[in-house]
């Protein structure tokens, strides 16, 4: 029941995956003040996503997902900023197996880990490949492309750090914890 590595379980969480991801993008978006920057919901619900069905997933969840909310939000897709999310879906996702979510566990330890993950990942991508590329590719101002992508960075970190803190949580304890059941 396998194609190309990932289980069909995997293959439907990405097709679902990228349309709430595009919906919450496109719905769920907090103007910040900053043309064309947002606090986005999405990140948190991509950091779910990537830390329960792992690194490709996640990578492509953040990838089909941001092409599509570009698409539909601005009628053309801004590429670098969409390898970004990319990014961040699958540095997140390289979380998975340390953590081990499906174990129902999601303690202080595990917090600690993701949100170190999650922060570094995030200012890699935000701070410093998005703002670069906007001036390699598109030819932008560098002061509006970095203000933009330390907006956009901080604002994702906080929003993960807390939205997606309390998701992973929350689907932790739907999960049996190893070793919890007991014959009688």
Request: charged letters at 10%.
């Amino acid at each position: 029941m396998r194609n190309g590595g990932l289980s069909i379980k995997t293959i439907v969480a990405i097709g679902i995956g990228s349309a709430v991801f595009a919906i919450l993008a496109k719905f769920a978006a907090i103007p910040t003040g900053i043309p064309n920057t947002t606090v986005q919901t999405a990140y948190a619900f991509l950091a779910l996503m990537a830390v329960v069905f792992g690194p490709i997933a996640g990578a492509l969840i953040g990838f089909i997902g941001h092409v599509l909310n570009d698409a539909l939000s601005y009628g053309s897709v801004w590429w670098s900023w969409v390898l970004v999310s990319l990014i961040v879906g699958f540095g997140i996702g390289l979380i998975s197996n340390k953590i081990n979510i499906e174990a129902g566990t999601f303690g202080t330890k595990q917090i600690i880990q993701f949100n170190i993950t999650q922060a570094i990942t995030q200012s890699v991508g935000w701070f410093l490949i998005a703002p670069t590329l906007d001036i390699w590719i598109y030819a932008e101002p560098a002061n509006k492309v970095y203000l933009q992508g330390i907006v956009a960075g901080v604002s994702n970190i906080l929003t993960v750090g807390i939205i997606g803190t309390i998701l992973l949580i929350t689907y932790a304890k739907t999960r049996s914890q190893t070793g919890s059941l007991t014959k009688e």
